[in-house]
T-cell receptor, first 116, second 115 residues
């Protein structure tokens, strides 16, 4: 069965703190894709990153970094030096390569609040 | 490059009525997926269309249907509305290559309220 778990429902930090959002996934496929999306109050889901299951290199983009570990089925997201504009709900998602579909399975999301 | 456009942004309907939501994908994208977002159930996949054909469907009753036109624009329809259908309906556009699972780009959604 495919499943994405984001155990942290809500996180509050003060500006400039580092924060890590956890994501654990389950899948039987050997080829799959993992995503992170940000949902600001406007409602639109904003794409942040896509990783395939064969690429376990960590990735850094500005203040954002992602740690993908197949051994623990985790794909965690770290924001360094958080800012108020980072306040949003963050979703981790899984898509399996088999089945010829772009269907996404989402976790329940983590609401991040960054206070000034 | 224009993003994904969903219309209308807000809708209020009465129980028992039907509703049609529209989604225009990014130019060149052939796959359109629909998701329902509610506080209780989170983001749930409704269906996916590619080249005017439904190629995947979520676990929703038959009251939920959709279609895709030759220009890749998509509509979804909900008939005999129930209070529980109140939700944010999000449309996602992707290249649709399947197997490559390219990133999906989302519209701002249609917020449907059923009273």
């Amino acid at each position: 069965a495919q499943k994405v778990t984001q155990a942290q429902t809500e996180i509050s930090v003060v500006e400039k703190e580092d924060v890590t959002l956890d994501c654990v996934y389950e899948t039987r496929d050997t080829t799959y894709y993992l995503f992170w999306y940000k949902q600001p109050p406007s409602g639109e889901l904003v794409f942040l990153i896509r990783r395939n299951s064969f690429d376990e290199q960590n990735e850094i983009s500005g203040r954002y970094s992602w740690n993908f570990q197949k051994s623990t089925s985790s794909f965690n997201f770290t924001i360094t030096a958080s800012q108020v504009v980072d306040s949003a709900v963050y979703f981790c998602a899984l898509s399996e390569a088999s089945g010829n579909t772009d269907k996404l399975i989402f976790g329940t999301g983590t609401r991040l609040q960054v206070f000034p | 490059k224009a993003g994904v456009t969903q219309t209308p942004r807000y809708l209020i309907k009465t129980r028992g009525q039907q509703v049609t939501l529209s989604c225009s994908p990014i130019s060149g994208h052939r796959s359109v997926s629909w998701y329902q977002q509610t506080p209780g159930q989170g983001l749930q996949f409704l269906f996916e269309y590619f080249s005017e054909t439904q190629r995947n469907k979520g676990n929703f009753p038959g009251r939920f249907s959709g279609r895709q036109f030759s220009n890749s624009r998509s509509e979804m329809n909900v008939s005999t509305l129930e209070l529980g259908d109140s939700a944010l309906y999000l449309c996602a556009s992707s290249l649709g290559s399947g197997g490559m699972n390219t990133e999906a780009f989302f519209g701002q959604g249609t917020r449907l309220t059923v009273v």
